[in-house]
């Protein structure tokens, strides 16, 4: 189970999930672009926007293994976060 502890920072039973904001790669985005980590904050991958699937997703760093738990938590915060997304363009466009 994940706990949302403020904007920046989400908590799972052995991740770690960093909002990195908007801006990356030099230019600004209009989704947000997270970093997954271990507790001890070895990156374990990136979850950010997949424009052609219309929904976040992960991508694990190279030589990077979990077991369900750390799926299961990671999958959690992908579908709040796409729902999130999708329900405030949904709002922005009433």
Same mark, same amino acid.
């Given at each position: 189970?994940?706990?949302?502890?403020?904007?920046?920072?989400?908590?799972?039973?052995?991740?770690?999930?960093?909002?990195?904001?908007? &801006? !990356?790669?030099?230019?600004?985005?209009? @989704?947000?672009?997270?970093? $997954?980590?271990?507790?001890?904050? /070895?990156?374990?991958? %990136?979850?950010?926007?997949?424009?052609?699937?219309?929904? &976040? !997703?992960?991508?694990?760093?190279?030589? @990077?293994?979990?077991?369900? $738990?750390?799926?299961?938590?990671? /999958?959690?915060?992908? %579908?709040?976060?796409?729902?999130?997304?999708?329900?405030?363009?949904?709002?922005?466009?009433?």
């Amino acid at each position: 189970m994940i706990e949302r502890i403020d904007s920046t920072w989400t908590r799972g039973t052995y991740i770690i999930i960093r909002n990195l904001g908007t &801006y !990356w790669n030099g230019k600004e985005h209009s @989704t947000n672009r997270y970093d $997954v980590l271990e507790q001890n904050n /070895s990156p374990l991958g %990136k979850i950010e926007w997949n424009t052609a699937w219309r929904k &976040y !997703w992960f991508l694990p760093a190279a030589n @990077t293994g979990y077991e369900e $738990v750390c799926m299961e938590e990671i /999958s959690q915060f992908i %579908k709040e976060e796409t729902a999130a997304r999708k329900e405030a363009r949904k709002n922005a466009s009433v």
